[in-house]
């Protein structure tokens, strides 16, 4: 029998990931804690993470759920809000809180309520994060109602993104979880200091994903799965070794009755899947030479952090996706491909 193939990479980090709080952090935690070196940890809990003392008491929170052994660290970000302080921000990233600051348009997803209202009203704070070199994190969709949920990504780079980046052009950005050719060619084409994040469920499945047989909840995410061209322009885009295209995750678990409702939540929980769906559509595009950048050195580059010294070997061997795991008080959570085969595992 032929060996089966493997690869050895730096260890990962991821740099979009929420963990939530209380039984489902210490639930989820661990998934992502055994394979990456550190997490963009977002702060969209209820209520939001805005103060750092919240902030601080949240990391602590974490490192005491971390499973024996782990080193994994969390790396913490601010929930950007109209009243947002510039002195706070600033003095937290100087003191080594913060790694980022989180932007939310107002309503565009889970616990954004709190979100930016307009860029105008942040427009201090973000002059502040630039002279001091503070990435902004954006959720990169537009609000209004009006405009076509598959439109807003491409909507937001045109008229809030592209603005934004001419009046404050040395600001650091991460364009996060990236669905579009727009978002792939803004990139690719842009400047050092404008990357984005991509998840696997936006460069694994299209849209059809939302409606093969059924509605699906559990491919429900937002952004929202996008068409066919879409994908593949995305998945040429960060396949094609651009640095500025790096691992985040945004696995996003909820329980399973809030998915599986009349109005269900957005959210993949992809922290068991993650890998291995990275590997596969890399190998698919004949780019497994290409996914080490990715998923383990664009990130660290791009946030002048050290590259992790330790690291993972992916092996082809086939992977049964949980149906669910459950949390200490009884709640059962749904991963992302629950009951599929994947092609790749991560040895251990
Ligand atoms: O699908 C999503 N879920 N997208 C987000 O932006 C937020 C996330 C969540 O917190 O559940
Ligand atoms: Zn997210």
New binding site residues.
């Given amino acids: 029998m032929s060996e089966l193939k493997k690869i050895t990479i730096k260890r990962p980090d991821d740099w979009h990931l929420?963990l939530r709080d209380g039984e489902v952090l210490n639930t989820v935690l661990p998934y992502s804690s055994r394979d990456y070196g550190r997490g963009i940890i977002?702060p969209?809990l209820v209520p939001p993470l805005k103060k750092m003392a919240e902030i601080i008491a949240y990391k602590d929170r974490i490192l005491a759920a971390l499973p024996a052994g782990h080193q994994f660290k969390p790396l913490m970000t601010a929930y950007l809000s109209d009243d947002t302080s510039a002195d706070e921000i600033i003095s937290g990233y100087q003191n080594g809180i913060l790694s980022a600051v989180k932007l939310?348009p107002a309503h565009?997803?889970?616990?954004?309520a709190h979100g930016v209202s307009s860029i105008q009203s942040v427009l201090p704070v973000l002059e502040a994060m630039q002279k001091q070199g503070v990435p902004l994190l954006i959720?990169g969709e537009v609000t209004d109602p009006a405009i076509d949920v598959f439109d807003r990504e491409a909507r937001f780079i045109d008229t809030i993104l592209l603005p934004l980046m001419k009046a404050l052009p040395e600001l650091k950005v991460v364009l996060?979880?990236v669905t579009t050719q727009d978002a792939a060619a803004l990139i690719l084409e842009g400047p050092h200091n404008l990357a984005a994040t991509v998840t696997p469920q936006h460069i694994f499945l299209n849209r059809n994903a939302l409606f093969q047989g059924g509605l699906r909840p559990h491919n429900?995410?937002?952004?929202i799965l996008k068409k066919e061209n879409h994908r593949n322009s995305l998945t040429k885009a960060v396949t094609s070794g651009c640095d500025r295209f790096f691992l985040g995750t945004?696995s996003?678990p909820?329980p399973k009755n809030s998915k599986e409702s009349a109005c269900g939540?957005?959210?993949?929980f992809n922290a068991l899947t993650a890998l291995s769906l990275y590997a596969q559509v890399f190998e698919q595009e004949n780019a497994l030479d290409k996914l080490e950048a990715f998923t383990s050195i664009n990130g660290p580059k791009f946030y002048q952090l050290p590259v992790n010294t330790d690291s993972i070997t992916l092996i082809k061997q086939q992977y049964i996706v949980p149906n669910f795991i459950m949390t200490a008080d009884d709640r059962e959570i749904v991963p992302f491909l629950a009951g599929e085969t994947l092609n790749w595992s991560i040895l251990r």
């Fill in positions: 929420h977002m969209n939310y565009a997803t889970t616990n954004s959720h996060e979880h429900y995410c937002l952004p945004d996003a909820h939540c957005a959210g993949a």
